[in-house]
Structure formats: structure tokens, C-alpha cells
């Protein structure tokens, strides 16, 4: 397998720097059998696509949720966008529900549906030599652990999650556990160190652990916690619920990108409706999560028909393998019939 770098940044709104012109000889020039490239609004989709007539081989796009769609500075972008999608020989989307998937229908372009999915390495077997984030961070076997997993980018809701998990009765004597790392300086993890220190001044009965682990013990967190919870204001198909599924952890997340089909896709959470913002982010209700945690915390039962429906569907359809093989299919079919 051979590796070609190119220093290029910014997309076709923000403008692109760098190798532009060398990427694009590079399509070109090279004989291709498949050219996949993932989401637009990022330059090697938006630098690819003035040259897209002139790339030989299947030529495939992965949508992946149109962030910028309702952005006034990506309307000629999306004005033109069609014309562009149409020189694909194919089209995926993780979700039929979506805004990508509706723009690519509302526009009459075929496409297909491959979701995303979680690793099998990772999550088929949780082996007993595998490291104990409980036990990394002193949180015991009997203390009920919430689990949030995303950055601080400020868009994941931990400030609702924090929120809600104080408000929470059921939350009473357990620890809410924020895994994420700080991309692009530290945006919100001061606030959520703030907001942290504010609650536990007010209610002493329960613990917040905000950590960065490695991936493994990540992983150990999402086979040990007791309830997933994703705030979050904005997702295209959030690969933490499929984790969750994986992991057999229930999870609740806010009504955001395809977060309801994938409840209904797996059956293994619950989804709390979000009220979109001036700025076209989903808030969630603090009152409404604080809510929802009470009922799932509380119920074992619930918890445990959750997180058996959430894992048999991710060993059924959602594994890496699976997901893996519908690739391949779509390129192969595309391939035979001479695109």
C-alpha cells in the first residue's frame, strides 16, 4: 500500500491553501479503481470536485450529515452542491433521516444508506486482563457510573450533562464520568471544571471525574458504566451509540444527526427531544435529561432489555466487519456495471 501526503487546508467556503493543484494532477493523472472520499465542506472533497470529470475509476462519496448546510455562509456552496453530486457514480449516507440524506432526495440523486458501526476488536469479548477504568479512578463496583464520551469541543452538552445529572434523584451517590480530550485550544473544559466545582459545592452525594484516558481504558469505561448519556447540540451518526450498543451500555441522547433512527435501529436507548437554537443548535431540557435518568437509572430491567437489544443488534448489523462488507459490496457493484 502506498501513502500520498498533501499539504492542504481550508475548503471551498474558507478558501484552500497549499498543494491544491498537485492534489488535483495527482487525481488526474493517477488509474484508479475506486476514488472514496468523506464529507464535503473539507478540501479533499471541495478540491476534487472541479476535476471530477477528469478522475478515472468508480468515483464515491460519503456525505457524512452536510454541517454547514443551514450555515448562510455555505448557501451558494449547497446552491451549486447537486450539479456536483450527480458526477458521483455513487452517493453513502450513514442515515435515511438525516438533513444529508433529505438534500440528496429532495434533489432526486440516488443513494445508499451504509451506517456506522463499532469495532469487534474492541468490543466482542471484554477480556479480564483488560484494565479497569473503576478501578484507574477509584470508582467502585457498587457506585452507579453515567459515562459522557466527546471532546470539549463546546457542542457535546456537558454542561447539560452535568446539569441534569445533579438534578437527577436516581443520581444520588454516583459518579458522572466525562471522557473527552481539547481539541482546537481548550474550549470548554474550563466551563465544565467550573460548573463542576459549582455542583459539587451544592450537592455533596455525588461525583464528577473529567479524564482523558487511553483508548483502552475508554473502552473499559463503556463496558463498566451503567447508562451512556449524549447531550450533545449537533451529530451527523454519533459512533458513541453504536459503542454504547456494542458495550451492552443503555444510552440516552438528545434528539440530534440520526440519534433517534439509531435507537430505533437497535432498540438499545432512549431519546430526548431537542429544541433547536437561534443558532441551529439542539438544546436539550436539563429537566427533560435529569428526567429520563431518573427512569432508566432506576430500572434495572429497563436497563438491562436496553442494553440486550443495543448489543444483539450491533452483533447482527452495526460491527466493523459488516459494515466493512457493505463497502465493499457497493464498490464491486459499481465496478461491474462499468462506472
Given at each position: 500500500?502506498?501513502?500520498?501526503?498533501f499539504?492542504?487546508?481550508?475548503?471551498?467556503?474558507?478558501g484552500m491553501k497549499?498543494?491544491?493543484?498537485g492534489?488535483?494532477?495527482f487525481?488526474?493523472?493517477?488509474?484508479?479503481?475506486?476514488?472514496?472520499?468523506y464529507?464535503?465542506?473539507?478540501?479533499?472533497t471541495?478540491?476534487?470536485l472541479?476535476?471530477?470529470?477528469?478522475?478515472r475509476?468508480v468515483?464515491?462519496?460519503?456525505?457524512?450529515?452536510?454541517?454547514?448546510?443551514r450555515?448562510?455562509n455555505y448557501?451558494?456552496?449547497?446552491?451549486?452542491?447537486p450539479?456536483?453530486l450527480?458526477?458521483?457514480?455513487g452517493?453513502i449516507t450513514?442515515?435515511?433521516t438525516?438533513q444529508?440524506?433529505l438534500?440528496?432526495?429532495?434533489n432526486?440523486?440516488?443513494?445508499?444508506v451504509?451506517?456506522n458501526?463499532a469495532?469487534?476488536?474492541?468490543f466482542?469479548v471484554?477480556?479480564?486482563?483488560?484494565p479497569?477504568f473503576?478501578?484507574?479512578?477509584?470508582?467502585?463496583e457498587?457506585?452507579?457510573?453515567?459515562?459522557?464520551?466527546?471532546?470539549h469541543?463546546?457542542?457535546?452538552?456537558?454542561s447539560a450533562a452535568?446539569s441534569?445529572f445533579?438534578r437527577?434523584?436516581?443520581?444520588a451517590g454516583a459518579?458522572?464520568v466525562?471522557i473527552?480530550?481539547?481539541p482546537?485550544?481548550?474550549?470548554?473544559l474550563p466551563i465544565?471544571?467550573?460548573?463542576?466545582?459549582?455542583h459539587?459545592?451544592?450537592h455533596d452525594?455525588?461525583n464528577?471525574?473529567?479524564?482523558?484516558?487511553?483508548?483502552?481504558?475508554v473502552?473499559?469505561?463503556?463496558?463498566e458504566a451503567?447508562?451512556?448519556?449524549?447531550?450533545?447540540m449537533?451529530?451527523?451518526?454519533?459512533?458513541?451509540l453504536?459503542?454504547?450498543?456494542?458495550?451492552?451500555?443503555?444510552?440516552?441522547a438528545?434528539?440530534?444527526?440520526?440519534?433517534?433512527?439509531?435507537?430505533?435501529?437497535?432498540?438499545?436507548g432512549?431519546?430526548v427531544t431537542a429544541g433547536?437554537?437561534v443558532?441551529?443548535?439542539f438544546?436539550?431540557?436539563?429537566?427533560?435529561l435529569a428526567d429520563?435518568?431518573d427512569?432508566?437509572?432506576?430500572?434495572?430491567?429497563?436497563?438491562q432489555?436496553?442494553a440486550d437489544?443495543?448489543?444483539?443488534a450491533?452483533?447482527?448489523?452495526?460491527?466493523?466487519?459488516?459494515i466493512?462488507?457493505?463497502?465493499?459490496?457497493l464498490?464491486?457493484?459499481l465496478a461491474?456495471h462499468?462506472l
Amino acid at each position: 500500500m502506498q501513502i500520498v501526503e498533501f499539504d492542504v487546508s481550508g475548503n471551498a467556503v474558507r478558501g484552500m491553501k497549499g498543494e491544491v493543484e498537485g492534489y488535483q494532477r495527482f487525481l488526474r493523472e493517477a488509474d484508479f479503481d475506486v476514488v472514496m472520499t468523506y464529507a464535503a465542506q473539507q478540501w479533499t472533497t471541495d478540491a476534487m470536485l472541479p476535476v471530477l470529470r477528469g478522475v478515472r475509476g468508480v468515483r464515491v462519496l460519503a456525505t457524512c450529515g452536510f454541517s454547514g448546510l443551514r450555515n448562510r455562509n455555505y448557501h451558494d456552496y449547497f446552491t451549486n452542491l447537486p450539479l456536483a453530486l450527480r458526477e458521483f457514480d455513487g452517493l453513502i449516507t450513514h442515515s435515511k433521516t438525516y438533513q444529508d440524506a433529505l438534500f440528496i432526495q429532495q434533489n432526486d440523486i440516488q443513494f445508499v444508506v451504509i451506517p456506522n458501526g463499532a469495532d469487534e476488536r474492541e468490543f466482542a469479548v471484554h477480556s479480564s486482563q483488560a484494565p479497569s477504568f473503576r478501578h484507574k479512578f477509584g470508582i467502585s463496583e457498587q457506585t452507579p457510573m453515567v459515562l459522557v464520551v466527546g471532546s470539549h469541543t463546546g457542542l457535546k452538552g456537558h454542561s447539560a450533562a452535568i446539569s441534569a445529572f445533579m438534578r437527577s434523584k436516581a443520581a444520588a451517590g454516583a459518579t458522572l464520568v466525562i471522557i473527552g480530550n481539547s481539541p482546537l485550544r481548550t474550549r470548554c473544559l474550563p466551563i465544565c471544571r467550573a460548573h463542576t466545582a459549582f455542583h459539587r459545592w451544592r450537592h455533596d452525594d455525588r461525583n464528577v471525574v473529567l479524564c482523558n484516558p487511553s483508548r483502552e481504558l475508554v473502552v473499559s469505561a463503556f463496558t463498566e458504566a451503567d447508562l451512556l448519556v449524549m447531550p450533545s447540540m449537533v451529530e451527523c451518526s454519533p459512533l458513541v451509540l453504536f459503542e454504547a450498543c456494542a458495550a451492552g451500555l443503555p444510552f440516552i441522547a438528545s434528539d440530534v444527526g440520526n440519534s433517534r433512527e439509531i435507537a430505533e435501529w437497535t432498540g438499545g436507548g432512549r431519546v430526548v427531544t431537542a429544541g433547536r437554537s437561534v443558532r441551529g443548535l439542539f438544546l436539550v431540557s436539563t429537566r427533560q435529561l435529569a428526567d429520563e435518568i431518573d427512569r432508566v437509572l432506576s430500572d434495572e430491567e429497563l436497563r438491562q432489555r436496553l442494553a440486550d437489544s443495543g448489543r444483539k443488534a450491533w452483533l447482527d448489523r452495526f460491527t466493523w466487519d459488516s459494515i466493512t462488507n457493505s463497502y465493499e459490496d457497493l464498490y464491486a457493484g459499481l465496478a461491474k456495471h462499468g462506472l
